[in-house]
T-cell receptor, first 114, second 119 residues
Framework: DGGITQSPKYLFRKEGQNVTLSCEQN?????MYWYRQDPGQGLRLIYY???????QKGDIAEGYSVSREKKESFPLTVTSAQKNPTAFYLC?????????????FGSGTRLTVV | AQKVTQAQTEISVVEKEDVTLDCVYE???????LFWYKQPPSGELVFLIR??????QNEISGRYSWNFQKSTSSFNFTITASQVVDSAVYFC????????????????FGQGTILTVHP
């Protein structure tokens, strides 16, 4: 079945460390997105990519980095510069950036800084 | 800037009650899309509905119905005869669109409403 796979489901990080969250899709979607979810704040866009080797900052990109070397993969790195990284991170994809039939979401990664 | 407001942070009902989740949006665009997503405890967001700004007809899908009113910038969601399985976080979202009516694909989400349905 086609879908989005995020791994790991739970991740613990020590302060000062970088950590990378994985997102893989087999839907042949061009566009991919990373959102952060905090209680009471809904989902906020971190980065998005509409094509391989291209990505754009979203509303809260500071302290994060991404890459899009393959169409299927859009990993997110949470760097030590991110001041409050503990959150639930959701990856999503859509057919492309201009055809809006909604997103397909992964099941998320819960990151906790210890 | 776009904004989506879900004023109800949490709603608690007893099974078989009807419940309405409110969504109010702000946008300067004349063409836009509105969405509702359901987030069960597993965490994955599930797509429920998409509506474009030119279609103000109400929609019904089983126990779910949606009321879109451009005059009040609202896109409310009603669950009839609620069930325990409806317990989840529900998000309303808005996407802008270019003049051609397609969309840029980036969604602005509301804060979410936690719905708890008790047996």
């Amino acid at each position: 079945d086609g879908g989005i796979t995020q791994s790991p489901k739970y991740l613990f990080r020590k302060e000062g460390q970088n950590v990378t969250l994985s997102c893989e899709q087999n839907l042949n979607h061009d566009a991919m997105y990373w959102y952060r979810q905090d209680p009471g704040q809904g989902l906020r866009l971190i980065y998005y990519s509409q094509i391989v080797n291209d990505f754009q900052k979203g509303d809260i990109a500071e302290g994060y980095s991404v890459s899009r070397e393959k169409k299927e993969s859009f990993p997110l790195t949470v760097t030590s510069a991110q001041k409050n990284p503990t959150a639930f991170y959701l990856c999503a994809s859509s057919i492309d950036l201009e055809t809006n039939y909604g997103y397909t979401f992964g099941s998320g990664t819960r990151l906790t800084v210890v | 800037a776009q904004k989506v407001t879900q004023a109800q942070t949490e709603i608690s009902v007893v099974e078989k009650e009807d419940v309405t989740l409110d969504c109010v949006y702000e946008t300067r665009d004349t063409t836009y899309y509105l969405f509702w997503y359901k987030q069960p405890p597993s965490g994955e967001l599930v797509f429920l509905i998409r509506r474009n700004s030119f279609d103000e007809q109400n929609e019904i899908s089983g126990r779910y119905s949606w009321n879109f009113q451009k005059s009040t910038s609202s896109f409310n969601f009603t669950i009839t005869a609620s069930q325990v399985v409806d317990s989840a976080v529900y998000f309303c979202a808005l996407s802008d669109a270019n003049a051609g009516g397609t969309s840029y694909g980036k969604l602005t989400f509301g804060q979410g409403t936690i719905l708890t349905v008790h047996p």
